[in-house]
């Protein structure tokens, strides 16, 4: 039922604990986790609470209060042992590290939404790749774009009213799933970045509001959300369908500056000599001519 609710209607950490562990639990078997399953038929999908402490070495009741969501005073070494229990991935035993971290933190006003800006210099150095690049934040904002990065995401930057984010481009953009040729993919990647997002920043009002939209005009948002996927984006390949250039696949690269917390460079390449390589320098070519590089400049002031 909470699914189905706006994220900020229901900002309420326990539940959130309460659901991830239930949903990571209800994945794995005993056979997965070298438990005998002595046959017959069982009432829950995946592992028992108790068969979780077992393999966790901790009591049943304090098993229980924790998926109950109930974080109190719940060390890193209990959490760890659950994390090996459930098999979570590093992406995901960090959630369950920072879901527990809000919870004993306590309730929170949610803060105002910050005006992020990108450093002159960092600027700088993205204007000076010849390969497409950005600056993106926690909530999937572009922050500022290389003009090559503008023009390969072009869908981005469509909307006037709205600042450009990878997440309303992806499910409230209709044009979205011809410009990405594995569209579930992506979807499915950018809901888990804005899970575990929501569990290191709770308070986030810019990023509940995000949400809440999202769950409020997006049915495949809602059904992705419930999941409780979370999961790291560090480099891998998309393929795209450009509406100048045609197709491309192109590595990712997932960059952290240092000096500016919070905020990510992703920069994209082709392969040498490639169909996509020549796409991009097309690309390109197109994103230096008068015409275009008007275009730009118009929205970059919009």
């Known amino acids: 039922m909470h699914a189905q609710l706006p994220y900020r209607e229901r900002m309420d950490m326990s539940d959130d604990i309460r659901e991830f562990l239930v949903t990571r639990r209800g994945r794995i078997g005993p056979e997965q986790a070298g ?47 659950i994390a090996r229990a459930l098999q979570l991935d590093e992406a995901e035993s960090a959630h369950l590290l920072d879901l527990v971290r809000a919870a004993n933190a306590g309730r929170s006003p949610k803060r105002p939404p910050t005006q ?77 970045l804005l899970r575990a997002q929501a569990g290191r920043d709770p ?22 959300w419930a999941r409780h996927e979370v999961r790291f984006h560090r480099s891998g390949i998309k393929h795209f369908h450009h509406p100048v250039v045609g197709d491309l696949t192109l590595t990712y690269e997932a960059l952290e500056p240092p000096g500016d917390p919070g905020l990510t460079i992703f920069v994209y390449v082709a392969e040498p000599n490639s169909p996509s390589h020549e796409a991009l320098d097309l690309l390109g070519s197109w994103t230096a001519s008068p015409s275009t590089v008007a275009t730009t400049d118009a929205d970059r002031d919009a």
Do not use: C, H
């Open 116 to 192: 992020q800006r990108v450093r002159p210099s960092l600027q700088r150095l993205l204007d000076s790749m010849t390969v497409p690049a950005f600056v993106q934040n926690g909530r999937l904002d572009i922050l500022y774009a290389n003009s090559l990065g503008r023009a390969l995401f072009s869908e981005f930057f469509g909307d006037p009213g709205n600042a450009a984010n990878g997440a309303r481009t992806i499910f409230l953009n209709p044009r979205a799933t011809d410009f990405y040729k594995q569209w579930d993919t992506v979807a499915n990647d950018v809901v888990a």
């Open 35 to 81: 438990l005998p399953a002595y046959g017959g038929k069982r009432r829950v999908p995946g592992l028992r609470r108790e068969e979780v402490a077992l393999l966790a070495g901790i009591s049943v009741e304090y098993y229980t209060r924790l998926e109950r969501g109930n974080a109190r005073g719940v060390s890193e070494s209990v959490l760890d042992g």
């Open 203 to 224: 308070y986030d009002r810019a990023l509940t509001d995000l949400i809440g939209e999202l769950s409020t005009r997006s049915e495949e948002f809602r059904r992705l």
